[in-house]
């Protein structure tokens, strides 16, 4: 027997839109106050990103963790292509 908690109707409505923002700036609050306290990001995808926006200011080192970020998506995406 399946049981179905949420369904996409549910989910993907506009009230949900202030918690996905909240839990998206967290989590970059998190990782810039940890990179600040420890000189160390704590997570990957959200560590990456926000590492390539606090180096701006050097284009080489930005693109370095761009192209970081844009190979784990791409290796994300060809992993449910082949599964």
Do not use: K
């Not at 399946?2 to 967290?26: E, F, K």
């Not at 000189?39 to 926000?50: E, K, L, N, Y």
């Amino acid at each position: 027997m399946q049981v179905t908690l949420h369904t996409p109707d549910t989910i993907y409505t506009a009230r949900h839109l202030p918690s996905w923002l909240l839990l998206s700036g967290s989590a970059g609050f998190v990782n810039g106050f940890a990179f600040l306290a420890c000189q160390q990001f704590v997570t990957h995808v959200t560590g990456t990103v926000t590492r390539a926006g606090l180096e701006m200011r050097d284009f080489g080192i930005a693109a370095e963790y761009v192209i970081v970020f844009a190979s784990f998506v791409l290796g994300a995406a060809a992993a449910v292509v082949l599964v």
